[in-house]
């Protein structure tokens, strides 16, 4: 008897730890996140000086956002009013008319935001643009100039979003991110330069752009892992591609005649950002800007795309309901990677010293735009026996010691 009901015991059991686990498992199916029938796309534009603390530095970059866009940042010269700035830019697809779409909410969390547009509920770390509809209505009715890059944006045939009283077809917002290029550059142009990263997630996409005669000489390499290093060469190889991988590590053969037009030498960009999925609708206007930050007359840079696992860790983005689809493309304008940069400052210490004041100056404008690489040197040149070098030495050095951590 006792046997029979120690069997009987077990049945219930087993029945009651079946039926738990069927329970947990509606549950679980009743929490899954339920997608919503639109897609999502952004994309993101970092700048990144090794000299200057985090991305996109408020003393390098004013804000040319139209002037109804509240902005901590300072305005720019009127002569760029109408060039875009590194924002980021996040685009809705759906149709509201035949699909069942709710409203949503659109929270990107992480960095000092300084700026966005449609207006949003805003805090130093994020931003939230809540119960967005997918409308068909006019854009507006902020008006914008036509010349100005908010039109170009407003040109895009991504979803009519209603934030509020404006209608717009993206949401913005300024930013600057607490984010460090993992690469790093060693060598020179005379005997070739190397690159590496420290970096857990690899750079993809990498152009390199160095300066000389008459524009810019430029190489790409796929992919740059950690561990690896990318050897940039004006020779290229007998035995390998001019672009390749191999144990040692990447090759990038820079071409072997410079080009002068910046729209010839950055057409592959096109190429690069159709192959991430993202719609053509910005493709210019993300041009111009790799064409503004990215091209410097006297220094190489670098730029790359990031990996969209580090961009979602940089900058979180939490959207409610859930897009079918989400894709996040993130490139980052690595400046003034030039090892040869210490030269350019003695040069520039040297011209202060120039009889001529209108040299001077630029040399001291020159210098602060290099930033803090030059500290050392200036610091050693506020105890030049030459009062002009000196003066000159502690002013820079005053603003550079002054200027607050990621500013």
């Given at each position: 008897?006792?046997?029979?009901?120690?069997?009987?015991?077990?049945?219930?059991?087993?029945?009651?730890?079946?039926?738990?686990?069927?329970?947990?498992?509606?549950?679980?199916?009743?929490?899954?996140?339920?997608?919503?029938?639109?897609?999502?796309?952004?994309?993101?534009?970092?700048?990144?000086?090794?000299?200057?603390?985090?991305?996109?530095?408020?003393?390098?970059?004013?804000?040319?956002?139209?002037?109804?866009?509240?902005?901590?940042?300072?305005?720019?010269?009127?002569?760029?009013?109408?060039?875009?700035?590194?924002?980021?830019?996040?685009?809705?697809?759906?149709?509201?008319?035949?699909?069942?779409?709710?409203?949503?909410?659109?929270?990107?969390?992480?960095?000092?935001?300084?700026?966005?547009?449609?207006?949003?509920?805003?805090?130093?770390?994020?931003?939230?643009?809540?119960?967005?509809?997918?409308?068909?209505?006019?854009?507006?009715?902020?008006?914008?100039?036509?010349?100005?890059?908010?039109?170009?944006?407003?040109?895009?045939?991504?979803?009519?979003?209603?934030?509020?009283?404006?209608?717009?077809?993206?949401?913005?917002?300024?930013?600057?991110?607490?984010?460090?290029?993992?690469?790093?550059v060693s060598g020179g142009a005379e005997t070739g330069f190397l690159l590496s990263t420290s970096g857990a997630t690899a750079?993809?996409?990498?152009?390199?752009?160095?300066?000389?005669?008459?524009?810019?000489?430029?190489?790409?390499?796929?992919?740059?892992?950690?561990?690896?290093?990318?050897?940039?060469?004006?020779?290229?190889?007998?035995?390998?591609?001019?672009?390749?991988?191999?144990?040692?590590?990447?090759?990038?053969?820079?071409?072997?005649?410079?080009?002068?037009?910046?729209?010839?030498?950055?057409?592959?960009?096109?190429?690069?950002?159709?192959?991430?999925?993202?719609?053509?609708?910005?493709?210019?206007?993300?041009?111009?800007?790799?064409?503004?930050?990215?091209?410097?007359?006297?220094?190489?840079?670098?730029?790359?795309?990031?990996?969209?696992?580090?961009?979602?860790?940089?900058?979180?983005?939490?959207?409610?309901?859930?897009?079918?689809?989400?894709?996040?493309?993130?490139?980052?304008?690595?400046?003034?990677?030039?090892?040869?940069?210490?030269?350019?400052?003695?040069?520039?210490?040297?011209q202060l010293r120039d009889p001529d004041w209108s040299k001077r100056t630029a040399a001291h404008k020159q210098l602060a735009?290099?930033?803090?690489?030059?500290?050392?040197?200036?610091?050693?040149?506020?105890?030049?026996?030459?009062?002009?070098?000196?003066?000159?030495?502690?002013?820079?050095?005053?603003?550079?010691?002054?200027?607050?951590?990621?500013?």
């Amino acid at each position: 008897m006792i046997n029979g009901w120690w069997r009987v015991g077990r049945l219930v059991g087993a029945f009651a730890v079946a039926a738990m686990l069927a329970a947990r498992a509606r549950g679980a199916a009743e929490t899954k996140p339920q997608q919503a029938p639109f897609e999502l796309q952004e994309w993101v534009v970092l700048v990144v000086d090794p000299n200057r603390p985090g991305t996109n530095n408020g003393v390098l970059f004013k804000s040319t956002m139209p002037g109804f866009v509240l902005n901590r940042r300072s305005g720019a010269n009127p002569e760029e009013h109408n060039d875009p700035s590194p924002v980021g830019v996040i685009r809705l697809y759906g149709d509201a008319k035949t699909d069942s779409i709710p409203k949503i909410d659109v929270l990107v969390r992480g960095s000092q935001f300084n700026a966005h547009w449609p207006k949003a509920q805003q805090k130093t770390d994020r931003v939230l643009w809540q119960d967005v509809e997918l409308s068909g209505g006019p854009l507006g009715p902020q008006a914008v100039e036509p010349e100005h890059w908010f039109s170009r944006l407003r040109q895009g045939d991504s979803a009519h979003l209603k934030c509020g009283n404006n209608t717009e077809n993206f949401l913005l917002y300024d930013f600057e991110a607490a984010y460090s290029a993992p690469l790093k550059v060693s060598g020179g142009a005379e005997t070739g330069f190397l690159l590496s990263t420290s970096g857990a997630t690899a750079l993809r996409d990498i152009c390199v752009y160095q300066p000389g005669e008459g524009g810019w000489r430029t190489g790409t390499a796929p992919d740059l892992k950690m561990g690896q290093r990318a050897v940039v060469t004006t020779k290229p190889s007998t035995t390998q591609p001019a672009t390749t991988q191999s144990v040692e590590g990447v090759v990038i053969t820079l071409a072997p005649d410079a080009v002068k037009q910046p729209v010839d030498l950055l057409a592959g960009w096109k190429k690069n950002l159709a192959a991430t999925g993202l719609a053509p609708t910005d493709y210019d206007l993300i041009i111009s800007l790799l064409s503004k930050h990215a091209l410097d007359a006297k220094r190489l840079t670098v730029v790359y795309r990031m990996d969209e696992s580090e961009l979602n860790g940089l900058l979180p983005l939490e959207v409610t309901p859930l897009p079918k689809k989400q894709l996040r493309v993130g490139l980052v304008i690595v400046r003034n990677m030039d090892p040869s940069v210490g030269e350019e400052v003695d040069r520039l210490i040297a011209q202060l010293r120039d009889p001529d004041w209108s040299k001077r100056t630029a040399a001291h404008k020159q210098l602060a735009e290099i930033g803090i690489a030059a500290k050392p040197k200036l610091e050693q040149a506020a105890n030049d026996k030459d009062a002009e070098v000196a003066w000159h030495a502690e002013q820079l050095l005053q603003v550079l010691t002054s200027t607050p951590p990621g500013r």
